[in-house]
Structures are given as structure tokens and as C-alpha cells.
């Protein structure tokens, strides 16, 4: 199988595609890093969240709360105010979670290569919770993910659980988190232009060379590699139901200081 083509097939497949998310389109504060690898014949994104802060209404399975079977009470990608929240915990008739998600990127890259310069343009950039996974079928996928997330519990069975005060400080962290999270983001973007423009003068120098598909080991953390280094989820699910006899094997990469 001609995986060259087979790639550029799956990516004209994946960006023709209506984009199915709650919102209906990219994040403005991601656009233009799902722009830039969008551009690259190497990547292109399957799905995409900027970062949201979220208050969710539904019953606690386990110690989560199912997105599926719970009502959206507030979502936004901006800084939130506390009387926004409040107002909406009224509407809460079941388990209100507050949660902060940053941003979530999956990208499908021709080669591990390829994979391998974006996952260390994600880590240095602070998502250390990226990892790479290879398929059978030779998708190659990498997902970009942090780990300064936020969920706390506000209310039980429409109870109100906490205090306003108490409100206004977690709204006070989740805003914080959110600023941390766009500044990885811009960090991303700049890593991301530089290794580009990098790896084009490489390419230009010297033919890249092959890449065992079967890579599976740690790869040390090089900051001189990647410094200065996007179409929904429900699209992502898609291309993963594609896949479902194509388990492939996961080569999930972290730093080893990690």
C-alpha cells in the first residue's frame, strides 16, 4: 500500500468534511496553529478544543460526569465571572461539576518523523501529556494534551454544596488556568513556525531519511530541536470508527524527566 497517497487521501477525506462540533467551528484561539499544520502535506488536524471552562448538570458515574448524559449549563473560552456561574447552578437539578479542560489537539502525520517533531514541539511547549500512536493501517496520530485541568463537584442532586465566596475563588483559579493555557498555545505556535522552518532547510540540505514504523522507545527531551518551536472532536471520532479493526499498537513518547 501506497501510504503517500493513502495519507493525502485521508486528509482531503477528513478537512471536506461539515465540521459536527457543538460550537460549528475552530477555536479562535487555536486557528491559526490548525491553519499552519493544515497547510504542512505532512499533518492535518482531526479535532480540536482551545481550551473551555465548563459546568456541567448530570448523576456522578464512578467519581466523573458523563458529558453524554448531563446537561451544559455554561461553557465558555474566555475568562468567566462568578455571576455567570451562579446564575447557571440555579438551572442544576442534578451533580454540577465545574471543570476547566485545556486545549486538546489531534493532528494525523504522514510519518513517526513527523509525529516525532510535533510531539516535541507539544512538550516543550508545556503540554506533557502529549503522547504519539502508530496503526496497523499506518495512521500515524498524535495527540496534544496538558495535565492543568480543574473538576470540583458544586452541587448534589440541585443542592448547592459550597459557598459563593467559595465559587468566586474556583472561578478565580479556572480563569488563571485558562491565561496559562493560552500562553502554551502561543508557545506552541512559535515552537511549531521554528521547527517548520528548521526541518524545511534540513530538507532542502539533506533527504530525510526513513523511519522504523515499529519505534517504540523514550525519546530524550531535546530543547535545541524544538525551540522557539488543528476539525472537531466529533470528526475525530469519525476517522477513529474507521479504525476499528486497526487497533495498531500505541507509542505514547514522553520526556524522561517526565
Known amino acids: ?21 457543538r460550537k460549528g467551528s475552530v477555536d479562535e484561539d487555536v486557528l491559526e496553529i490548525v491553519q499552519l499544520l493544515n497547510g504542512q502535506e505532512q499533518f492535518f488536524t482531526t479535532s480540536s478544543c482551545a481550551g473551555r471552562i465548563i459546568l456541567l448538570d448530570g448523576s456522578i458515574n464512578g467519581s466523573e460526569v458523563q458529558k453524554k448524559n448531563c446537561c451544559w449549563l455554561l461553557v465558555t473560552h474566555k475568562a468567566c465571572v462568578k455571576d455567570d456561574v451562579i446564575v447557571a447552578l440555579k438551572k442544576a437539578n442534578g451533580d454540577a461539576i465545574l ?14 518523523q513527523d509525529a516525532q517533531t510535533l510531539h516535541s514541539v507539544a ?12 496503526g496497523k493501517r499506518g495512521k500515524t496520530m498524535l495527540a496534544v494534551r496538558s495535565t492543568h485541568s480543574l473538576e470540583v463537584p458544586l452541587s448534589h ?32 505556535y512559535n515552537c511549531l513556525q521554528h521547527a517548520l522552518e528548521k526541518e524545511t532547510v534540513s530538507t532542502t ?4 531519511e526513513k523511519v522504523n514504523s515499529s519505534y517504540s522507545r523514550k525519546k530524550k527531551r ?20 474507521n479504525d476499528h479493526d486497526d487497533p495498531g499498537i500505541s507509542v505514547t513518547i514522553f520526556p524522561e524527566d517526565y
Open 1 to 21: 500500500m501506497d501510504l503517500s497517497a493513502e495519507f493525502k487521501r485521508w486528509k482531503a477525506q477528513c478537512l471536506s468534511k461539515a465540521d459536527l462540533s
Open 99 to 112: 471543570k476547566f479542560e485545556p486545549l486538546v489537539l489531534h493532528v494525523q502525520c504522514r510519518q513517526l
Open 123 to 134: 512538550i516543550d511547549s508545556g503540554f506533557r501529556n502529549s503522547g504519539i500512536t502508530v
Open 157 to 188: 442532586q440541585g443542592k448547592l454544596m459550597v459557598t459563593e465566596e467559595y465559587i468566586n475563588f474556583l472561578v478565580k483559579i479556572a480563569n488563571q488556568k485558562m491565561e496559562e493555557n493560552k500562553k502554551r498555545i502561543e508557545r506552541f
Open 205 to 208: 540540505s539533506h533527504p530525510k
Open 222 to 241: 531535546n530543547p535545541e530541536k524544538a525551540r522557539g518551536k488543528r476539525v472537531t472532536k466529533e470528526n475525530d471520532k469519525e476517522l477513529e470508527n
